[in-house]
């Protein structure tokens, strides 16, 4: 077999971060459940060493409702799911500067 998930403690306790491996055994994901409730809050999706997906789970239903897409240190675009239906409804786009550009409805 091989390894897929590691998971480790930022304290004392229970498991409170986990990084899922490629089929090559690099890190592909890292998830944090940062109050320790046993629910996942926070997910990185990995590209080699660099996020490129945040994944976030804001008001703590066990669902992602926020998505934010990165290019190296910035965001350059974020989706919302405002309406709960685990799919985003709103999308954010950001200039280089980090400046919102638009606000456009995703169908």
Known sequence: GRLHRIGATRK????DVWVEL???GQPARREYDDDRDGRVERSEVLAGDTVVTLELDTDRDGKVDRWQHRSGARTEREELDTDGDGRPDRRLVYDASGRLLRVEAVP
């Open 12 to 15: 004392a306790g229970a498991p």
């Open 22 to 24: 490629d089929a090559a």
